[in-house]
C-alpha cells in the first residue's frame, strides 16, 4: 500500500468512528435456549406434546416387551421344536420386529413434526415480544446468540416475562 492508501484508509476509519463517538449504541441479549426451557407458552407446548403423544409410546412400549417376552420364549423352546416350526415363529418374530420398528420410526418422524411445530410458534410469539421489548427499551440490537456476553446487557428475563404475560 501506498503512503496515499494509507491516510484515504485512515480517514475513511475516522470518518467512520466519528458518528459512533457521538452516540452509544444500546445492545441487549436474549438466550434463546434459557427462554425455551423457562416460559410458560414452552412448558405449556411440552405437557400438551406429552399428552398428544402418551398413548402411543406406551402401545409402542407394550409391543416392544410382548415381543422381547415372546423371543426369549421362543430361545427356551426352539430346541424342542421341528425345523419348519422354528422357521415360521423365527419368520413370525422377525416380521413383527421390522412392524415394531417402523412403528417406531413413524412415532419419532410424528414427534418431531409436531415438535417443530409447537417451536415454530413459541419461536414467532417470542421474536414479536423481543421486537416489542428492543422498541420499548430502545435497544439498536439484539443478539440471541453470543460466544460472551455481559450478564447486564442480558434482557432473557425480561422476555420471558412478556411472553408468559402474552396470550
Not at 484508509?9 to 441479549?29: D, K, V
Not at 414427534?111 to 439498536?140: M, P
Not at 460466544?147 to 396470550?167: E, G, H
Request: net charge positive; glycine share 2%; no cysteine.
Amino acid at each position: 500500500m501506498t503512503p496515499r492508501h494509507w491516510m484515504v484508509a485512515a480517514a475513511l476509519a475516522a470518518f467512520a468512528a466519528a458518528p459512533m463517538a457521538q452516540t452509544a449504541s444500546r445492545i441487549g441479549f436474549v438466550n434463546t435456549d434459557r427462554m425455551l426451557r423457562e416460559a410458560q407458552p414452552a412448558k405449556a407446548a411440552q405437557t400438551k406434546l406429552e399428552q398428544e403423544f402418551s398413548r402411543r409410546e406406551r402401545e409402542i412400549n407394550s409391543a416392544a416387551d410382548a415381543l422381547r417376552a415372546e423371543s426369549e420364549r421362543f430361545e427356551r423352546e426352539a430346541p424342542t421344536m421341528g425345523d419348519s416350526q422354528r422357521q415360521t415363529q423365527q419368520r413370525r418374530l422377525l416380521e413383527r420386529d421390522r412392524d415394531l420398528q417402523r412403528r417406531r420410526r413413524e412415532f419419532q418422524e410424528d414427534l418431531n413434526a409436531r415438535k417443530q411445530e409447537e417451536l415454530q410458534q413459541i419461536l414467532d410469539r417470542a421474536n414479536r415480544i423481543v421486537k416489542q421489548v428492543a422498541e420499548e427499551g430502545k435497544y439498536d440490537v439484539i443478539l440471541q446468540e453470543a460466544v460472551y456476553i455481559n450478564p447486564a446487557l442480558d434482557i432473557t428475563d425480561q422476555v420471558i416475562r412478556a411472553l408468559n404475560a402474552s396470550k
